[in-house]
């Protein structure tokens, strides 16, 4: 079946560290991969998208990488301040003209 | 630009009645989407419209969901009856178009907060 994972586990880093997420997919061959994040009470907003023909696209303190051949992708937040305490979804093409979103991981960034 | 707008943004009702969320996308946007996001899970796509038309429905229960995007720009989601199961945060987003890198991105409003007692 096809599946999008990503930790469902809180992830908490202490402010100034890397953080870094999963998001790994089977049975799905997207042309391109996304991430959003997400606050509490709003709706998801646009970070960054990255096309299966790139390893790695960077937007200032972020950096996703995207690793067909292991169907995984990996959001880095470097840097990180408690602005960036929020959950980060992932979201692919599923060839179909559809976004299938993952369940996505909070982050909390310690001051 | 001004966002995607949604009403009303927060709804209590009985179970077995009804209700209607109103979303107004970006001006422009031909690609319409209504999503239902569960408490601690993602968004998952109820319906896609790309102008007036139906691109995908296949998850919305139909025997009490139903959505129209009238003229191509505004869209209602309506729900009769409503059961408990339906207590969730419903996202209306647009995109340009979808299925294209250059024009997929997902633009959302702040949602409904749907509670059904």
């Known amino acids: 079946s096809q599946k999008i994972e990503q930790n469902s586990e809180a992830l908490n880093i202490q402010e100034g560290k890397t953080a870094t997420l999963t998001c790994n997919y089977t049975?799905?061959?997207?042309?391109?991969l996304q991430w959003y994040r997400q606050d509490p009470g709003r709706g998801p907003v646009f970070l960054l998208l990255?096309?299966?023909?790139?390893k790695e696209k960077r937007k200032e303190r972020l950096k996703v990488t995207f690793d067909t051949t292991l169907k995984q992708s990996l959001f880095h937040i470097t840097a990180s301040q408690p602005a960036d305490s929020a959950t980060y979804l992932c979201?692919?093409?599923?060839?179909?003209?559809?976004?299938?979103f993952g369940a996505g991981t909070r982050l909390f960034v310690k001051a | 630009e001004a966002g995607v707008a949604q009403s009303p943004r927060y709804k209590i009702i009985e179970k077995r009645q009804s209700v209607a969320f109103w979303c107004n996308p970006i001006?422009?946007?031909?690609?319409l989407y209504w999503y239902q996001q569960i408490l601690g899970q993602g968004p998952k796509l109820l319906i896609q419209?790309?102008?007036?038309?139906?691109?995908?429905d296949s998850q919305l229960p139909k025997d009490r969901f139903s959505a129209e995007r009238l003229k191509g720009v505004d869209s209602t989601l309506k729900i009769q009856p409503a059961k408990l199961e339906d207590s969730a945060v419903y996202l209306c987003?647009?995109?340009?178009?979808?299925?294209?890198?250059?024009?997929?991105?997902?633009?959302f409003g702040p949602g409904t907060r749907l509670t059904v007692l």
């Open positions: 987003a647009s995109s340009l178009s979808p299925g294209a890198p250059s024009t997929d991105t997902q633009y």
């Open positions: 979201a692919l093409e599923d060839g179909g003209f559809k976004t299938i």
């Open positions: 990255i096309r299966e023909n790139e």
């Open positions: 001006s422009g946007h031909a690609t």
């Open positions: 419209f790309q102008n007036n038309g139906v691109v995908d």
């Open positions: 049975n799905y061959s997207p042309a391109y």
